[in-house]
Each structure stands twice: as C-alpha cells, then as structure tokens.
C-alpha cells in the first residue's frame, strides 16, 4: 500500500511542474509540491524491507550470491525495457518526445548500468543508483559474522554522514561517486534498517501512536515545504521533513499489520505491486502528454484538471497491465531460472 501511495506522490509532483512550465496552470493549487516525498517513503520503505527479509541471513557469504541476484533481477531488466522504448522513441518521434541523451557508449553504458551521474532517459533513475548502492552496502554485512556489528557499522556510516556538512563538507561537490556514498538521503536506507530491528522490541501499545504521529509529521511537513519552509538549505531538509516521520510510520504500521488485519482497497495494492513500473513509466508519458495539450492550447481550468486526473488513471492502468504482462513474468521467470539450476544440480 505505501508503495502505491509513495508512487502516486511522486506522479502528482510531476503533474504539478509539467502543469506549470507547459501550460502555466496550477494543478490542485500546488498542493502536490511535497510529492517528491514518495522517494523519501520508498526509500525508508527498501532499508527495512531489505533488512527485514533477509536479517537472518546476515553474516552468511554464501547468501551473497542469491541477494545480489535477486536484486539485479528486480532492477534491472524491468529499467532496461522501459528506458529502451524511450529511447526507440526519441529516435523515432523525437518532436514527440525528447531527451538530452547522446548515443555515445559512455552514455549508454553508465545509463544502462545506472552509475552514478548517469544520463536520466526519464528524469526519475538517479534514485535507482542510491538504490543499486545500499544494495552493495548492505552485500557487506554477509560477511560479518555478528548483527549487531553489521548494525553498529552501518549507524557510524549514517553519523559520518551527518557530520560531514557540519565540517563544512559540501556532498555536491562535483565527484558523482563521492557525491553517491555521501549524499544525505542515504540515512533514510538506515532509518528502515533501524526500523526492521526496532520493530521485534518495541511494544504493540506504541504502534498506533508512531502512525498518528509520523502521519500528522508527514503531513505538517507537507504544508511548511509548500510554503517554502526550510531547516537547513540542502538535502537534510527533506531528509528531516520526511525521512524521520516515514520511519514513525512505517515503524508503526508494520507493528500494527504483525497482529492485525488492515484492510486495504485493492487498488492500492495493485499500485503497490505496480509502483516500479509506474515509477518508471509516468514521466516520460506526462511529459509527451502535456506536450500534445499544450498544442492545442486548452486552457479551461476545469478541462485541464480533468485531463490531467484522467491521464493519471490512464497512466496508473497502463503500469498496472505493464506489471502484469512484462515485469512480473520477466521477473518470475529470471529467478525461476535459478532454482531450475540449481535442482539439475542436486
């Protein structure tokens, strides 16, 4: 369910800005400024998922393997069709759809491969390096031997991070790889980490305080950022606003969901399940969208609002059926792949 609604903020900001720049309309009267927050969800959402599912194989090498495998499979081929179709089009249709890409090899490598810096076909990739990162750092903690100091070290490297802005180190300082191991927005990994080792501890009774209050959190911080509000004047920002009270509530969610039933509309879970397909599809369809409406011209507000809420169904459909028919089988089958191996074996 987080997925989906993390997913559908990030589509609404993009609603909100295409809105502006292609036909100086406000959207929902910007009210989905703060829809850059989905990623701060997802990205708390990954460390504890990540930590969560495979905790107990934590100082166990030969697990490595099977982790960076099954994370390869989830990122990659699903990214590799998509910004392949993208990038089919702009050669195709370029006045259609448009990006700064050049097809010399060095682009396409780092942007297939998603290195850092790389070439975003969709505007939206750069947090899959971040991604792809905590995966190879979390890989680490296979190979040491006790939890606790898997814990203990991927805390410091969270402190370091923290205090490195308060020695006056700029993380954007031009180096895309050292900007990639320091950049602020690697904490929120770590606060779903602590959220996964946290959640066995702590009592039932504080799970529906930590809902209310990350959500109330989230949603205070919501209105101060659209009005422009800041604590400090980078990435730490939203890192506060919106990291720490998705750790409140995700913390008290996954509490709450371990002893009850929640009952959630279907379809926030097919967008949950459908997030990275919607993830990686809206942009480039908005973009093209509100390309096609700013040739015609339309200029009701009520049209335009119209349009725009259905393009977000039409999209949210289309990521659903993509998720169905190509992610989902690609995926099944690429891990299915593995277990086939390894039963010919035995």
Known sequence: MLRGIASLLVVLLHCTINSSEA????????????????????????????????????GEADYLGFFLRRRIVRIYPTYWIIISLFLLLQVLLPSFYRTHFSFDLKNIFSTYLLFPGHVMVNGVSWTLSYEIFFYL???????IPQKKWSFYLAMLYAVIIIALPICNYNFENGNRWLSLITYPMNIEFFMGITAAVLIPKISFKIAMPLIITGSAIFLMSAIFLNFNYVLVNNTFNRVILFGIPSFLFITGLVKYELTNKIKVHSIFLLLGEASYSLYLIHLPVLVASFKILEKFNVSNNLVIHCIILLMVCIICYASIIFYKFVEKPIITRLNSLRRVKIANEI
């Open 137 to 143: 750092l979390f890989s680490l903690s296979f190979f």
């Open 23 to 58: 036909l100086q309309h406000t959207f929902l009267g910007n009210f989905f400024s703060f829809g850059g927050s989905g990623v701060d969800i997802f990205f708390v959402l990954s460390g504890f998922i990540i930590t969560y599912t495979n905790i107990k194989f934590i």
